[in-house]
């Protein structure tokens, strides 16, 4: 499969759905519950219909993951060797707050491996993209792509952090990087600002899905830097039946030993 040339088209459809989510953002909506009790809109629900409909003709063979139709049998998925992962609404909390910060999300997930994401913020228009080996993008919404790149380790640390989603253990982790400024901001926009070297460190601790991270990871990847759990082995898909991550540290310099700088292994 030629990765690159899928892109043109996973732009129109993230475009698709983006506007679709918009068409809600625009307007009073409701707020409902999902079982797990965070929040579900119908601009969730609209921008899963666009991905799924458009991913179908895209790839009519290759089955599709989403947040929103997640109930997928662990016998079935581990038959799976290529899949979409699908956030169509990444942030529904920030949606809900009307601060912007929420994103579509789509990745190509080979064997335990995303390969492809894509990942736009429809309030912004800021797009970015990356596949195996093609480096990482980003554009505006009236701007030619331009190459991304993460940056080296920093004295003092840029950390992108939680809007939502705070747990007390980060303060004692980062009490021991030295010189640091946190910079709150929702959904995978995290990752998207270490890719781009504006951000060095995001450590999340608590629970998150593998459609919240697959797309980001792919493009902070290919810009250079990585997404390891607290023992330092990279964020890895569809391996087991639930589909929550573990706890996770996304970073610009993969050269520098994170899990012995924060403390995330246990001494000896």
């Known amino acids: 499969m030629n990765l690159e040339s899928l892109i043109p088209t996973l732009r129109s459809i993230t475009l698709d759905a983006a506007a679709a989510i918009l068409a809600v953002y625009g307007e009073d909506f409701d707020v409902g519950r999902k079982t797990d009790r965070s929040p579900l809109t119908e601009a969730d629900l609209a921008a899963h219909r666009v991905i799924v409909d458009g991913l179908r003709r895209l790839t009519p063979e290759l089955p599709i993951l989403s947040e929103e139709s997640a109930a997928i049998a662990w016998s079935e998925r581990r038959t799976w060797s290529r899949y979409w992962l699908v956030d169509p609404l990444d942030g529904t909390r920030e949606f809900v707050k009307r601060n912007g910060e929420f994103t579509v999300n789509i990745a ?17 228009g800021e797009f970015a993209w990356a596949w195996q080996g093609g480096g990482a993008w980003m554009a505006g919404p009236d701007e ?45 926009l995290k990752f998207l ?9 995001y450590v999340r601790l608590g629970p998150t899905s593998e459609w919240d991270t697959a797309a980001a990871q792919c493009v ?14 990279p964020l890895r898909y ?6 929550l991550n573990p706890e996770f540290i996304a970073c610009g310099d993969p050269d520098q030993d994170w899990t012995r700088v924060l403390g995330t292994l246990p001494a000896g």
Do not use: F
């Not at 902070?220 to 082995?233: C, N, T």
């Open 220 to 233: 902070l990847e290919e810009a250079g830097g990585a997404v390891i759990d607290l023992h330092g082995q």
């Open 144 to 188: 030619r792509p331009r190459s991304c790149r993460t940056r080296r380790r920093r004295e003092t640390l840029v950390v992108a952090g939680s809007r939502s989603h705070g747990d007390p253990r980060l303060a004692g982790m980062l009490e021991r990087v030295g010189s640091y400024e946190l910079t709150p901001l929702g959904s995978s």
């Open 108 to 124: 190509l997930i080979d064997g335990d491996r995303t390969v492809l994401g894509m990942v736009q913020a429809p309030v912004t």
């Open 238 to 243: 569809n391996r087991k039946d639930s589909l």
């Open 193 to 201: 600002r270490i890719a781009s070297g504006e951000a060095d460190l």
